[in-house]
């Protein structure tokens, strides 16, 4: 079967920096995305990786290892406007998106 | 620039009751169109996608159903809701099958 696995829940302190970390087992890989979701909202677009290595935008990184089937999303000089969940998603050989459940990260002062 | 609607944002339904939720997209030409459920604590479940017009591709069997009238109108019906229908419904679009889906707001259907 498909999986994706990341942490339920995550705390961080304001200012600081937090990994996310996502693992998948899927049918074929053409690519991983992240996105935000922020509590009764929809899920909004952050990166994404297809090929090995570490991906930069402003604040976010996001980093693959398609060979250990895993990713991480970095979030630096935390603001508390980043606690939300999120989410890791894996784009399948039949170019389907595999979700994981989310991680809910919550920022304290 | 593109824009997604979907309406209406909340809905408390009873078991039973049939069901349309319709969403569309703006400032596009022949989007991918998804359908989302998101149940609590769990990932997003695709439960219908279409590539084009009249083309709906199901992903899990269920009392629901889509339909793609139009270019930029997608649409969830049921014809009975039962109590596992709850949860938050997304619309999602994309240029291609391959690239980053964007969401509408959702709704929050209650089936009581």
């Known amino acids: 079967g498909q999986n994706i696995d990341q942490p339920t829940e995550m705390t961080a302190t304001e200012g600081a920096i937090v990994q996310i970390n996502c693992t998948y087992q899927?049918?074929?890989?053409?690519?991983l995305f992240w996105y935000q979701q922020h509590a009764g909202e929809a899920p909004t677009f952050l990166s994404y990786?297809?090929l090995d290595g570490l991906e930069e935008k402003g604040r976010f990184s996001s980093f693959l290892s398609r060979s250990k089937g895993y990713s991480y999303l970095l979030l630096k000089e935390l603001q508390m406007k980043d606690s939300a969940s999120y989410l890791c998603?894996?784009?399948?050989?039949?170019?389907?998106?595999?979700w994981g459940a989310g991680t809910k990260l919550i920022i304290k002062p | 620039s593109q824009t997604i609607h979907q309406w209406p944002a909340t809905l408390v339904q009873p078991v039973g009751s049939p069901l349309s939720l319709e969403c569309t997209v703006e400032g596009t030409s022949n989007p991918n169109l998804y359908w989302y459920r998101q149940a609590a604590g769990r990932g997003l479940q695709l439960l219908f996608y279409?590539?084009?017009?009249?083309?709906i591709s199901s992903e899990v069997p269920q009392n629901l159903s889509a339909s793609r009238p139009q270019d930029r109108q997608f649409i969830l019906s049921s014809k009975k809701l039962l109590l596992s229908d709850s949860g938050f419904y997304l619309c999602?679009?994309?240029?291609?099958?391959?690239?980053?889906?964007?969401f509408g707001p959702g709704t929050r259907l209650t089936v009581l």
């Open positions: 899927t049918s074929g890989f053409n690519g």
């Open positions: 998603a894996v784009m399948d050989s039949n170019y389907q998106l595999i």
């Open positions: 279409s590539v084009g017009i009249g083309q």
């Open positions: 990786n297809v």
């Open positions: 999602a679009w994309s240029v291609q099958v391959h690239n980053e889906q964007f």
